[in-house]
């Protein structure tokens, strides 16, 4: 049960895809100025991984391997545009602000390295936990990340003002620069150095 909840947490922290493995980053700087598409990225990439962790988990017995990366691809570009027209049917604006980043879910470094380092040679129910945890804590930062950008850039949360009006009619003014693409990389720096000191100890 312990090895089980690890590999739900592990991800969370220790073993983030983002700010410890590195990897991911283009969407963490093309989603974040808002939190709503950040959120529904991070669902969306959730999905994805533990599903593919799953399928190819189940199959990896008889993938032949100089075929496997071809397989895992297949897979994981049927979920992709089947997750794409869930968005485009159900959440039609959400879907025009990722644009074509859901697309290139395909080729995020997270979902194939998982294919590749476990659901190759593990069980589908590990497999699967697998992909969520790693899901979660790639979608944790994309979540972090899009809060303050939306918040100190817009003065906004999901659309809706949180900062008032009495502050902007004191002269207080957004930060135009937290809606900019390398701010994202600044505050995921932040958190890369936030998080270390407690992995050293």
Same mark, same amino acid.
């Given at each position: #049960?312990?090895?089980?909840?690890?590999?739900?947490?592990?991800?969370?922290?220790?073993?983030? /895809?983002?700010?410890?493995?590195?990897?991911? !980053?283009?969407?963490?700087?093309?989603? =974040?100025? *808002?939190?709503?598409?950040?959120?529904? #990225?991070?669902?969306?990439?959730?999905?994805?991984?533990?599903?593919?962790?799953?399928?190819?988990?189940?199959?990896?017995? &008889?993938?032949?391997?100089?075929?496997?990366?071809?397989?895992?691809?297949?897979? %994981?570009?049927?979920?992709?545009?089947?997750?794409?027209?869930?968005?485009?049917?159900?959440?039609?604006?959400?879907?025009?602000?990722?644009?074509?980043? %859901? &697309?290139l879910i395909i080729t995020n470094c997270i979902v194939m390295g998982r294919l590749e380092a476990f659901a190759m040679s593990h069980s589908p129910w590990e497999s699967f936990l697998d992909g969520i945890g790693n899901g979660l804590g790639y979608?944790?930062?994309?979540?972090?990340?899009?809060?303050?950008?939306?918040?100190? &850039?817009?003065? =906004?949360?999901?659309?809706?003002?949180?900062?008032?009006?009495?502050?902007?009619?004191?002269?207080? %003014?957004?930060?135009?620069?937290? @809606?900019?693409? /390398?701010?994202?990389? @600044? !505050?995921? &720096?932040? !958190? @890369?150095?936030?998080? *270390?000191?407690?992995?050293?100890?």
């Amino acid at each position: #049960m312990s090895k089980n909840m690890n590999l739900i947490t592990a991800p969370l922290r220790k073993a983030n /895809p983002i700010t410890v493995l590195i990897l991911g !980053i283009c969407s963490s700087l093309a989603v =974040t100025a *808002k939190l709503k598409p950040a959120i529904v #990225m991070a669902l969306s990439v959730t999905v994805v991984t533990a599903l593919s962790n799953l399928v190819i988990s189940l199959l990896r017995k &008889g993938i032949p391997s100089k075929i496997r990366i071809i397989v895992q691809l297949i897979v %994981v570009a049927t979920l992709v545009i089947l997750v794409d027209q869930f968005l485009k049917a159900f959440m039609y604006d959400v879907s025009k602000q990722l644009s074509v980043f %859901v &697309g290139l879910i395909i080729t995020n470094c997270i979902v194939m390295g998982r294919l590749e380092a476990f659901a190759m040679s593990h069980s589908p129910w590990e497999s699967f936990l697998d992909g969520i945890g790693n899901g979660l804590g790639y979608g944790s930062i994309l979540v972090i990340v899009a809060f303050f950008r939306e918040l100190f &850039g817009s003065g =906004t949360l999901l659309g809706y003002q949180i900062i008032p009006q009495g502050l902007y009619d004191f002269g207080y %003014v957004n930060n135009g620069l937290m @809606i900019l693409p /390398p701010m994202a990389l @600044i !505050i995921i &720096g932040i !958190i @890369i150095w936030l998080q *270390k000191p407690e992995e050293e100890k």
